[in-house]
């Protein structure tokens, strides 16, 4: 495709916007009060520690990843041919965001660390179920590399995958992406203000621009080499 210049400059704008009101302090309301909800739920809500301990594990977090990847492998046998290469190619390129995401999130010269660790009184899930090691700290928990991987996947889905899949797609992400603000591990802005807009500035210039398109066409060519001897593709 084309630039899509009103794609591309509302993406950056929401992202710039979400990153400068979090900046400025607009969000700590809306953060304090999820985690103490959260946090109070731990000693109130009978098994709900425990629940939140195995759900931070992190083996959890290999199946979320096997599931995802999954999913796109499901969709990709669903094709052939070239369109197979294609997805395969979407793969390639989630993965390569993921990782410039990532680093440009550890350049960011932000230091936050997670509400359990501002809070002294704040209860630990690994001191209430210790039998379990489940991280509920971080000293820098801005941005979230969690969240970048979950919010990668769902642009990615959105802008890539057929709109039924939506359905089960969106809240999955979403569920799946709960447990470190569940544990306090991480503030819910760390992916609202912090994952979400590093994500949205990469859909700006992957899906709004010529650039995935290019990438794609360099790169299937070599992917289907390898899909036709792996006898994937005919």
Avoid at 117 to 127: G, I, K, M, P
Avoid at 130 to 139: G, L
Avoid at 203 to 211: C, D, G, I, N, R
């Amino acid at each position: 495709m084309g630039w899509d210049l009103k794609g591309w400059l509302g993406l950056q704008c929401l992202a710039l916007v979400l990153f400068v009101s979090w900046f400025e302090g607009h969000w700590l309301g809306l953060d304090e009060g999820v985690f103490w909800l959260f946090n109070g739920w731990l000693v109130t809500v009978p098994g709900w520690a425990g629940f939140v301990a195995v759900a931070n594990q992190r083996w959890i977090d290999g199946v979320v990843a096997l599931l995802m990847a999954g999913f796109v492998f499901r969709h990709a046998w669903m094709v052939s041919g070239r369109e197979r290469a294609r997805i395969c190619c979407l793969l390639l390129l989630m993965a390569g965001a993921f990782a410039l995401q990532a680093a440009a999130g550890k350049a960011l010269p932000i230091e936050r660390p997670s509400p359990t660790l501002v809070y002294e009184q704040a209860e630990r899930v690994s001191q209430l179920v210790p039998h379990i090691q489940a991280k509920d700290a971080s000293r820098d928990s801005f941005p979230s590399d969690h969240g970048i991987g979950f919010a990668t996947f769902l642009l990615f889905a959105v802008y890539q995958f057929p709109r039924r899949y939506l359905y089960v797609v969106v809240p999955l992400v979403l569920a799946l992406a709960m447990p470190r603000v569940l544990s306090g591990a991480h503030w819910l802005t760390d992916f609202l203000c912090g994952s979400l807009p590093l994500a949205l500035i990469t859909a700006a210039w992957l899906f709004h621009t010529p650039l995935a398109g290019r990438a794609i066409a360099l790169l299937t060519g070599l992917v289907e080499g390898v899909l036709r001897r792996l006898r994937l593709i005919g």
